[in-house]
């Protein structure tokens, strides 16, 4: 016997015993599985919270920080006032940011190595870079950062 917590189309919660899966399956398709509530056969497996099996489940891969354009970019284009005060924000910061450093453009990666590895003047810099770029840096102890992509500058 498999006791199954149920809820049906009005989100009321249940629990039921069934022989198994199928007997289950079953049971639902032929409307023999009311909700005690409210009598409706619309009923299917109540979504667990996922709290309840963190022990079992493997933690999702941390979100990438070079990728902030595939991230973000949908977020920040939300017409939302919070997001709007936030957009500012991150062009203030991104302002303050390009000021104070050199645009290297496409030269990003080989230049933060050249800076890292005392080959180059030690100074701020920003440009594009890969995400494998980004991250091979990283790997190199080479502090990488993204820069927000902001939603008047996706021309
Ligand atoms: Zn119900």
């Known amino acids: 016997m498999i006791l199954y917590t149920l809820e049906c ?62 991230d973000t970019g949908v977020a920040l284009a939300a017409p939302d006032p919070k997001m709007a005060e936030l957009v500012d924000t991150m062009r203030r910061l991104k302002a303050q940011i390009t000021q104070n450093a050199d645009y290297v453009g496409k030269d990003f990666a080989e230049e933060a190595r050249k800076i890292h590895y005392g080959e180059a003047e030690e100074r701020g810099i920003y440009g594009e870079s890969t995400v494998q770029d980004a991250e091979s840096l990283r790997e190199e102890g080479i502090d990488v950062y993204p820069l927000p992509v902001l939603p008047d500058e996706t021309n």
């Open 9 to 70: 189309d009005r989100d009321h919660q249940f629990e039921a015993w069934f022989k198994s899966s199928d007997d289950f399956e079953t049971q639902v398709k032929r409307g023999f599985v009311a909700c005690p509530h409210c009598q409706s056969v619309q009923v299917g497996k109540a979504l667990m919270a996922p709290a309840v099996s963190t022990s079992k489940q493997k933690s999702a891969p941390p979100a990438h920080p070079v990728n902030a354009e595939a």
